[in-house]
């Protein structure tokens, strides 16, 4: 019986303390109706059991010109996120993805924060090149309270290859 007690004070204290993200947008990309949500869909081959798990969905991006990005982009409701802590995170497999000639050129899983002052910040996560397996990929970044627009950005800019997207998400972090 002691031995309950500790184990379910325990899991009390715990969960007392443990981190927790709220979820603004959850799996973004997870049906083609959600799809719909952003511009330029077209960029995107929809792949009901193409994530990580065989159950998972996945989009494709390819680029095959370096000169000529493939994104597409999501408009995020800015009251959602005004003066909030946000991460952008997400499963990630990349194909012959080309080593872009500026560091931040190549894989673009991405925020644009417009300020109020129409200066803009580009959170971005790490590059990644030539073939790689699934992998989460995050930026996280605080947006502020005045700020005008926020847009997520994914696919290849300055780059060719095939980038894998799935478990696409922005939560709020604690």
């Known amino acids: 019986m002691k031995f309950f007690r500790t184990a ?5 204290l715990f969960g007392a303390f443990a981190v927790s993200a709220d979820d603004i947008y959850d799996n973004m990309i997870d049906t083609e109706a959600a799809l719909k949500q952003w511009s330029n869909a077209a960029a995107m ?5 193409g994530g990580p798990e065989s159950d998972e969905s996945a989009v494709r991006i390819t680029a095959t010109d370096a000169a000529k990005p493939v994104m597409a982009f999501f408009k ?14 997400a499963k990630v497999k990349g194909e ?5 000639d500026k560091p931040y050129l190549g894989i673009k899983m991405m925020m644009t924060v417009t300020m109020a002052d129409g200066r803009i910040d580009y959170p971005d996560t790490t590059r990644l090149t030539g073939d790689f397996g699934w992998r989460e ?4 970044t605080t947006v502020p309270p005045d700020a005008k627009s926020v847009t997520i950005q994914i696919g290849l800019q300055g780059s060719t290859g095939t980038i894998y997207f799935s478990d ?3 939560d709020e972090e604690d």
């Open 8 to 12: 379910v004070l325990g899991a009390m």
């Open 45 to 49: 081959t929809f792949l009901p059991n």
């Open 76 to 89: 995020v409701d800015i009251d959602k996120v005004r003066g909030k802590t946000v991460k952008l995170s």
């Open 96 to 100: 012959n993805i080309s080593k872009p």
């Open 137 to 140: 990929l995050k930026t996280v």
């Open 168 to 170: 696409l998400e922005l």
